[in-house]
């Protein structure tokens, strides 16, 4: 059997009762090392769980998953991801491999952003789209994550903004040269996310266009959710561009049409209580 099994966001207390029970009966065990990253090491999970945990990375997933299955039609193998299971495409693949290989499995799931992001007040089900904001580089500023947003604010839809992780790249030259030495591990801030969707508008009124979102569309910024120091700040989309939330992992939500209980709950979260002042956005129901 090979078990998919969702850790949540915290910490190594956050595995279900159902998860711990496979993790402990298995001959292998994964932890999934790229999408995410929790508060706490790989040691402390291993402690907790009674076993060893085999990191994997993006290159074993993506190029050497037979490796994982190895065995699992005889022996018990579990695949740990932060979060939930399904919250990244590539493990999707997984289990289509071991179906391939005749292998049974089962998917043992636990919160993730996608859902714990409701702290913040914001209902989930007023969220449209989710996207990805990704590193900017000299040569490629792509922008159609902000026309998504900007649709799903045409809406009156949120839009929850999932932050950039570069865990184990490779630089460009190291790449071509075929080198495996990988740079350090760099996570997108809320401050740079906001930074790029700022130069985004700009860029825009520069091509005459007014665009949807605009520098006082309040936003609000998430920092280790899940975890005990947790930080939540809601302000507009300027504001966020200074907000100190301290380390990794970041997100951002970009605010579409709010409910006045949503609003009540955001201005709990406010970096200055004028922000929201001279935004109507309430909606009647």
């Not at 969220?127 to 990704?134: A, K, N, Q, Y």
């Not at 902000?146 to 790249?169: P, R, S």
Request: net charge negative.
């Amino acid at each position: 059997m090979l078990y998919l099994v969702g850790l949540g966001l915290g910490d190594a207390k956050d595995i279900t009762v159902k998860g711990l029970e496979a993790v402990r009966r298995c001959g292998r065990v994964y932890l999934e090392a790229y999408t995410s990253v929790l508060s706490v090491g790989k040691e402390a999970l291993e402690e907790f769980y009674g076993k060893e945990l085999i990191l994997a990375d993006r290159e074993m997933v993506e190029q050497e998953a037979d490796s994982i299955l190895k065995e699992a039609d005889v022996c018990d193998v579990a695949f740990l991801v932060i979060g939930d299971p399904f919250g990244a495409t590539t493990h999707s693949d997984l289990v289509l491999r071991a179906v391939k290989l005749g292998i049974p499995y089962q998917v043992i799931h636990n919160a993730s952003i996608m859902n714990a992001v409701g702290c913040c007040g914001l209902q989930l089900y007023n969220f449209g789209e989710t996207v990805s904001i990704v590193f900017w580089t000299d040569t490629w500023k792509p922008e159609s994550f902000f026309d998504k947003i900007e649709k799903n604010k045409q809406n009156g839809m949120h839009t929850l903004c999932l932050l950039d992780i570069k865990v184990k790249e490779q630089s460009l030259e190291n790449l071509m040269k075929g080198r495996k030495i990988y740079e350090p591990p760099r996570y997108m801030s809320v401050n740079q996310a906001a930074e790029q969707l700022l130069a985004i508008i700009q860029n825009r009124r520069l091509q005459g266009q007014e665009p949807g979102i605009t520098e006082n569309t309040i936003c609000v910024g998430l920092a280790r959710v899940g975890a005990l120091d947790q930080k939540i700040a809601s302000g507009t989309l300027h504001q966020m561009a200074a907000v100190e939330l301290g380390s990794p992992l970041h997100s951002l939500i970009v605010t579409g049409t709010m409910h006045p209980l949503e609003l009540e709950m955001l201005k709990l979260f406010s970096v200055d209580s004028s922000s929201f002042e001279n935004n109507a956005f309430q909606r009647t129901t």
